[in-house]
Structures are given as structure tokens and as C-alpha cells.
């Protein structure tokens, strides 16, 4: 990957045309790979994205004692050695740039009966609050302190237990399942986070030998297992939804046809059934989805929420994807309430968006007028890269590293797309 000093300059392209593979989701990645902790040996994890993320949870886990490994990037495979002495330490440095850290903290504690990781700190869009994890364990019989900015964490072994969740948060699904793996008796997670992501993850337990019913509803069922009975698999980590509409949301706003290959209609379904209220002719394809896109989108409301949902990492691109379609559509966030602020930028870009709370009205406009801006988080960097396309002149967008951190050659891709894009060394 290249260095996070440049920026990515886009000029007014399209229509976008072809075909492009997505890559493996982010957010299944970072989570099977601390899930890799709960067994020695080497776990080999195929359709691995080459984002900045990976390498920063790879040094994460080889802090710790799992050494994390590219057997080829080309063929995008990830080998993670555990020798088992694990130091089951998260220091502040690493824990602070990624939030995905969070997600040692069950596997370490069911393995080595004691966890001490740093407290993460909140995001560019609001704050980002652990309890839900705390809690969850607690009830599994560990016990916490909060001592200078480190969460330190003990059990001797964790038993089953009933833990509901008020709200089905994504990280504190995943730890309570990684923790149940190795607990005394059965644990029950209610109201439990269903994105496809945590599919994933229940699989890969799976194979490795975990017990677990429920995969892919919101009653995961898990019967622990002893301590080193978990085996390293071979596992393909479940394509990205948010890449796979970035390219959608590309094709849409300059009026193209693409073909994703490896993309999952069945993961995405509500967000699809909006595209094509947008005007979008979207079709399930055999090992893909294809996309055509009207001259101009038609505008619609669309609200964030919990899988199966419209997930909140999509709402950048739908709001970018509105500030240039017919009409007035409404974008209302239930999940980050300040997850807004990349409008300020969009706004610059001659966006008409007005908030109000975690509201958007967004008033189409015919095209966009290119100008530098910022990207603040990573889908939102994407977003202003969509946005470039359908704008007159030239986009400069700032903040490329968080780009990088979840998109695996974002660039290559839309270029191979035709679009009229590329990095260049800031100056
Ligand atoms: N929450 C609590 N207490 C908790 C946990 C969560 O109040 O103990 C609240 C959060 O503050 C937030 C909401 O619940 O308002 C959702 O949080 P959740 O735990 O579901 O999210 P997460 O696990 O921290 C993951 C993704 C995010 C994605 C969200 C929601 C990863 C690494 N991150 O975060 O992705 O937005 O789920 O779908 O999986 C991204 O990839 O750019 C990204 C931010």
C-alpha cells in the first residue's frame, strides 16, 4: 500500500463501466483475527483485504504473541502463528488506532484468565462506550478495575450465563461469543448483533471447533468447550458490503453499469430495495451483483439502524448519492448521532444538505463543483471520493490514511472503472 502522504485527486468521470472483485470485509477480518488468540497453531485466513487496519491489529496480536503474516498479498492470504505464551496486554499505542482492539479482550479472558487493554477512546463521530462488553462478561462471572486508563479484567474461568443486550452492539456481541467459547455450562446471548460480519465469525468458530446454535440470528447459543480443544482452520473471510456499495454508490452518481464480483445481495437487501427506489436496476448475479444506474437517481428517505437494517457505515455514501439526484431525500442516523461531519465537507463540494440532530435534508443538485476537503473517517473519505466524481473540476481529499484503513486500493478500482482518479504526493 502506499503511503498515507498523499492525497487522492478526482475529476467529474463517468459513466463508470466493468467489473471489479470486492475484497473481504474489514470488519470480519480484524475479528477473526483475535479470534485466532482462543488456538495455537496457525490460522490461515484467505480473501484477507490489504488495508491499513490488518497490519495495525497484526502488530496489535504480535505484541501479545500471535505473529500475523502475509503468505501473499497478491493472493490476498494471512497466516497467524499463536506459539501459546501469550502476554495478554493491549498498550495504549496500538489499542488507540484502531477500535477493533476491543475485540481481544473475550478471547484473551477465556484463555488466559486475566486481560488488562487499554480503554479505547471515542471517534471522529461521537462516543464509543464499552459497557455493553463490561457488563456482558461480568455476568459470565469477570471481574473489572479501571486503573490509569487500562481496563483490567479477571476470571479464573468464566461460566455461562444469560446476557441481553439492551441494543445489539457489534463488539459486545463478538466478545461475549469469543468469551462463551471456553466458559463452564451455556451461555445465551439475547438481542444479539446480527450482521453478516458476526456470521462470519460464528463460523470460523465453528470449524475451529466451538458449539455454538443461532448462527445469524439475534439467540446465539453457546455451549462452552475446554480450554485447548480449538484447532487452526483455513477460513475465507465473507466479502466487504460497505466496499461493494462504495462501488455501487460510484456507478450511481455517475450513471454507470458495473458488475461486483464476489458482492453478496443477500447481505444487503434493504439497502438494495432503497438503491432501486433510487432508480438503480440492481440484479443477483451468479457469483455477484450487477448495476446499472439511471442518468439521474431519484431522490428517497433512508434511516440507519441495527442489521438487517440500513447500517450507519453506508449513510455517507447514500447522502453523498442524494446530493445529486432529483428531488428531496431525508437521512435520519440512529446509531452515531454525531456521525455527521463529513456534511460540512460535502457542503463545500456545493452539496444542499442541512441537519438538524440526526437528521439530513438533502436537496438534489444537478453536480457537484470540486474543491479540497478533508476526509474525517474512513467511510466518509470514501463518500468525498464518490463525491469527486460527479463534481466539475478538481476533488483534492486530505486525510487519505483513513481511507486506507478499510479500502483495499479504492483507487485502482475506480480507475480500472474508468474514472479519471489518482494519488498524488501531497505537497
Ligand atoms: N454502544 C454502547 N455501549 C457498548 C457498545 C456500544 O453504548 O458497550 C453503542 C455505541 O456507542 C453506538 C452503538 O452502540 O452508539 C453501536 O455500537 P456497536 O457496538 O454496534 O459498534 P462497534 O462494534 O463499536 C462496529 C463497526 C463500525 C460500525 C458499527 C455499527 C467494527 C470494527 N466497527 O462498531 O464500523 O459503524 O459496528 O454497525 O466492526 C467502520 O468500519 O468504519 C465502523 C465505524
Redesign the pocket.
Known amino acids: 500500500m502506499e503511503p498515507a502522504t498523499e492525497h487522492i485527486v478526482v475529476r467529474r468521470s463517468g459513466p463508470l463501466l466493468g467489473e471489479v472483485t470486492v475484497p473481504g470485509a ?2 470480519s477480518v ?2 477473526l483475527m483475535a479470534a485466532s488468540l482462543l488456538t495455537d497453531g496457525v490460522t490461515t485466513l484467505t480473501n484477507v483485504p490489504d488495508i491499513a487496519d490488518v497490519a495495525i491489529m497484526g502488530d496489535l496480536l504480535s505484541a501479545i504473541g500471535v505473529t500475523a503474516e502475509w503468505q501473499s498479498t497478491e493472493d490476498r492470504v494471512l497466516r497467524l502463528t499463536n506459539h501459546g505464551a501469550l502476554t495478554p496486554v493491549a498498550p495504549y499505542e496500538l489499542v488507540e488506532r ?3 482492539s ?2 481481544v479482550l473475550g478471547p484473551l479472558l477465556t484463555r488466559c484468565g486475566t486481560v488488562r487493554l487499554s480503554l479505547p477512546g471515542g ?1 471522529d ?10 457488563s456482558g462478561l461480568e455476568a459470565m462471572g469477570a471481574t473489572f478495575q479501571i486503573r490509569h486508563g487500562y481496563v483490567e479484567a479477571t476470571a479464573d474461568r468464566l461460566h455461562g450465563a444469560n446476557v441481553t443486550f439492551d ?8 466478545n461475549i461469543l469469543t468469551a462463551a467459547v471456553f466458559a463452564k455450562g451455556t451461555t445465551v446471548i439475547d438481542n444479539a ?1 446480527r ?1 453478516p ?1 458476526i456470521g462470519d465469525l460464528c463460523q470460523f468458530l465453528v470449524e475451529m471447533g466451538a458449539d455454538i446454535e443461532g448462527v445469524g440470528s439475534s439467540k446465539l447459543v453457546v455451549h462452552g468447550v475446554e480450554r485447548g480443544s480449538l484447532r487452526p482452520v483455513v477460513h475465507e473471510v465473507v466479502p466487504d458490503r ?1 466496499q461493494a456499495a462504495t462501488y455501487m454508490a460510484a456507478a450511481g452518481v455517475t450513471g454507470g453499469e458495473i458488475r461486483l464480483r464476489n458482492a453478496h445481495s443477500e447481505h444487503m437487501e434493504m439497502l438494495l430495495r432503497r438503491f432501486g427506489d433510487m432508480g438503480l436496476g440492481i440484479t443477483a448475479q451468479e457469483g455477484g451483483i450487477g448495476v446499472w444506474a439511471p442518468a439521474r437517481m431519484r431522490a428517497t428517505d433512508v434511516a440507519t439502524l ?2 438487517p437494517g440500513i ?3 453506508y449513510k455517507p455514501l447514500v447522502v453523498t448519492m442524494l446530493t445529486v439526484a432529483e428531488g428531496v431525500g431525508i437521512v435520519t442516523e440512529n ?2 448521532p454525531g456521525r455527521f461531519r463529513y456534511v460540512e465537507e460535502l457542503q463545500r463540494l456545493g452539496a444542499d444538505i442541512s441537519t438538524d440532530g440526526h437528521h439530513a435534508v438533502v436537496r438534489g443538485v444537478p453536480h457537484l463543483s470540486g474543491a479540497p476537503v478533508r476526509a474525517p ?3 466518509a473519505g470514501a463518500a468525498l471520493v464518490v463525491a469527486g466524481l460527479a463534481a466539475e473540476g478538481e476533488t483534492v481529499i486530505g486525510g487519505v490514511h483513513h481511507i486506507d ?2 479500502y483495499d486500493d479504492l483507487v485502482g478500482r475506480l480507475r480500472s472503472l474508468g474514472a479519471d482518479i489518482e494519488r498524488r504526493p501531497a505537497v
Not at 441494543?167 to 463478538?174: D, I, K, L, M
Open positions: 474489514k470488519n480484524l475479528k484502531i477500535r477493533a476491543i475485540n471517534d463521530f461521537g462516543s464509543r462506550p464499552i459497557d455493553m462488553h463490561m441494543f445489539p452492539s457489534v463488539g459486545a456481541t463478538e448483533a450482521e460480519e460497505i441495527p442489521y447500517a450507519t457505515d446509531l452515531y473517517d474512513i467511510r484503513r478499510g
